[in-house]
């Protein structure tokens, strides 16, 4: 098992990661895709606890978390080239909302 990075130089490398997806041309195209693919949404998790999780109104928050979220797996994987050290632990409606983001590059049969 690989050492885990420093933090500090792996949330750098996160927020440039972050940075240059923000800055791609489809940014754009792959946020509003991401917002609208709610069929993989199936968390209802945070129903007992947050009384006003609603979906809709959530997404873009989620979206947000989402996205830093894979940035900073991202980093962590450069840094190590460990997958199991990548998979840090975030809140399920975050975690949802990266795997509808990976149903979207899904290659169609």
């Not at 885990?4 to 791609?24: G, K, Q, V």
């Not at 991401?34 to 873009?60: H, K, M, N």
């Not at 979220?69 to 450069?78: D, G, N, Q, T």
């Not at 997958?83 to 979207?104: N, Q």
Request: overall charge negative; charged content about 30%.
């Amino acid at each position: 098992m690989n050492t885990l990075p420093h933090a500090e130089p792996t949330a750098e490398r996160a927020r440039e990661i972050l940075t240059a997806i923000e800055a791609d041309p489809e940014f754009a195209a792959f946020r509003a895709a991401s917002l609208r693919y709610d069929e993989d949404w199936t968390c209802f998790t945070g129903g007992p606890v947050i009384s006003e999780y609603d979906q809709a109104a959530d997404a873009a928050p989620l979206f947000i978390e989402g996205l830093r979220a894979l940035c900073l797996k991202a980093a962590v994987f450069e840094a190590t080239g460990d997958e199991r050290a990548a998979e840090i632990p975030v809140a399920v409606p975050v975690d949802e909302m990266t795997h509808a983001r990976e149903c979207l590059f899904k290659p169609t049969e």
